[in-house]
C-alpha cells in the first residue's frame, strides 16, 4: 500500500515472507524507498528494519509485514508479526551469538517500542529513525 500527498508519496507498506533471505529483502526494497524519499540518513534506516525483520523471521509468526511512514526529520518504522512471544532487549555477553538485535535498534533510533495488534494476535516492533540533516 502507497499513500500519496501531493504527489509524493508518504507511506509504503509490503509484506515479506517468514524466511531467511526476508532480511535482505526487506533492506533493498526500504532502501529504494527511503531514496525516493531523498531522506538522509538511509543507512540507518535499513539497519533498524534489518534487525526488526530479522527478529520477526526467528522469534515471531508469520505473516510479516513492514511499514515504512515518512515523517518530519525521519521515518518511522514498523514490523508486524502474529507471534505471542514478549519483545524484550537484551546485553548479550561479549561471546554470545546473538541477542545484540534490540540494542542496535535502540542506538540506531530515537525512539522504539512495542503495539499489539488490535483485533488479533501479534505486534508490531516499531523504531523512528530521525534524519540526521534535520538533527534529530
Known amino acids: 500500500m502507497v499513500v500519496e500527498r501531493a504527489g509524493v508519496s508518504d507511506e509504503a507498506r509490503r509484506s515479506f515472507p517468514a524466511a531467511l533471505r526476508a532480511p535482505r529483502a526487506a533492506r533493498e526494497w526500504a532502501a529504494g524507498v527511503v531514496a525516493g524519499w531523498r531522506v538522509s540518513g538511509a543507512s540507518l534506516v535499513t ?17 510479516i509485514s513492514v511499514d515504512l511512514r515518512r515523517r518530519d526529520g525521519g521515518v518511522w518504522i514498523g514490523v ?17 551469538t546473538g541477542g545484540r538485535g ?35
Open 47 to 63: 539497519l533498524v528494519l534489518n534487525e526488526l525483520v530479522t527478529n520477526a523471521v526467528l522469534h515471531g509468526r508469520p505473516p
Open 80 to 96: 508486524s508479526d502474529s507471534g505471542h512471544g514478549q519483545v524484550a532487549r537484551t546485553w548479550p555477553g561479549p561471546g554470545a
Open 102 to 136: 534490540l540494542g542496535i535498534v535502540a542506538e540506531a533510533s530515537a525512539r522504539w517500542g512495542v503495539t499489539p495488534l488490535p483485533g488479533r494476535a501479534g505486534k508490531t516492533v516499531w523504531a523512528e529513525v530521525g534524519d540526521p540533516a534535520a538533527g534529530t
